[in-house]
Nanobody, 123 residues
Framework: QVQLVESGGGLVQAGGSLRLSCAAS????????MGWFRQAPGKEREFVAF????????LYADSVKGRFTISRDNAKTTVYLKMNSLKPEDTAVYYC????????????????WGQGTQVTVSS
């Protein structure tokens, strides 16, 4: 497993941007597919974005497609989520997760999770 620490959350106005970072420990980071998930108050945690361990494949939830971009820097063992055109409905705690050699957007397939970072979008 890897240890994950998210950062970059905060309060932003609707239409604004944020970039979340997820720093991973361990020398095998490049072997892990990475995902971002979010959980809004009173709702189930949901998939946001996925990037393959090589970085060639990305997937997005329909609700964020065209606004969010996931990327990774294996040399820095960090995955990013750039969020543009933020909406109040994007308000949630955002989690990154790691799946060894994975290719899934399903939460149950992920082995390691960070503690989450709060994103609040005001209208």
């Amino acid at each position: 497993q890897v240890q994950l620490v998210e950062s970059g959350g905060g309060l932003v106005q609707a239409g604004g941007s944020l970039r979340l970072s997820c720093a991973a420990s361990g020398r095998t980071f490049s072997s892990y597919a990475m995902g971002w998930f979010r959980q809004a108050p009173g709702k189930e945690r949901e998939f946001v974005a996925f990037i393959s361990w090589i970085g060639r494949t990305t997937l997005y939830a329909d609700s964020v497609k065209g606004r969010f971009t996931i990327s990774r820097d294996n040399a820095k063992t960090t995955v990013y989520l750039k969020m543009n055109s933020l909406k109040p409905e994007d308000t949630a705690v955002y989690y990154c997760a790691a799946d060894l050699y994975g290719s899934s957007s399903k939460q149950d397939d992920y082995d390691s999770w960070g503690q989450g970072t709060q994103v609040t979008v005001s209208s």
